[in-house]
């Protein structure tokens, strides 16, 4: 059993986490964490979520021992978590974004102390799809076309672009000032890459999925980052492993 202390234990992400933790045998969530000045704190989890009272608390600090941390609280003050980690000194799924690179930079360093695991989308898919679109551009290097991403997520969603797309943008070598981003609805994301020739050849890349995707998929790589020595990893680290 991996006992996970999960950051942003009220939020939406939260939600949806706890709940397939409770349909995975091999994860227990023990600590629920929040912001010390979160109207949350001290609730009963369960009640909170699913109206139905369980045995836990909203916390703004452990207080049970746990294996390992996932983070997937907004980037509200990031630097107070940061030095927290360095306190805590236990292994680290990073899922947060809206980072500058300032602050991006102090996580990665933390993976001088602890294994840190940087995900900017927990979907093993996604993942695939960008290597599938850098695999197309590197295919069409010297032959004219254009290229374009577009992404969507739901209302509160608070950085624009997303940190998919930007990663994206960094892969592809795309300005992100031309990122088409949409943001309505409560739940389903997408992020595509169009390619179109100069000839009318086109080629859209997409990826869909909603927060029970993103919340089966953290517990996923969990499963294979738990005792893993201390490092920085990407899912593309997890992607090569599996392929060995």
Known sequence: MINICLFGASGKMGKAVILAAANDSDIEINNFIVRSESDTLNKNVGEFHFNTPDEYVFESKPSKDFDLIIDFATRDDIEKRIEFFKTLKKPLIFCSSGLNQSQLNDIKNLSEKFPVFIAENTSILMSLM???????????????????????????????????????????????????????????????????????????????????????????????????????????????????
């Not at 609805?185 to 000839?199: A, I, K, P, Q, R």
């Open 130 to 244: 960008k290597e599938a679109a850098i695999r197309t551009k590197n295919t069409l290097q010297g032959r004219g076309h254009s290229l374009s991403v577009n992404e969507k997520h739901h209302k509160n969603k608070l950085d624009l672009p997303s940190g998919t797309a930007l990663s994206l943008c960094d892969a592809l070598n795309i300005d992100s000032k031309n990122v088409n981003s949409i943001r309505e609805g409560d739940d389903e994301s997408y992020h595509e890459v169009v390619f179109l020739t100069d000839y009318g050849d086109k080629l859209q890349i997409k990826h869909s999925g909603d927060r029970r995707v993103y919340a089966v998929e953290v517990l996923n790589i969990a499963k294979w980052f738990y005792q893993k020595p201390k490092n920085l990893y990407y899912m593309q680290t997890l992607i090569e492993e599996l392929h060995e």
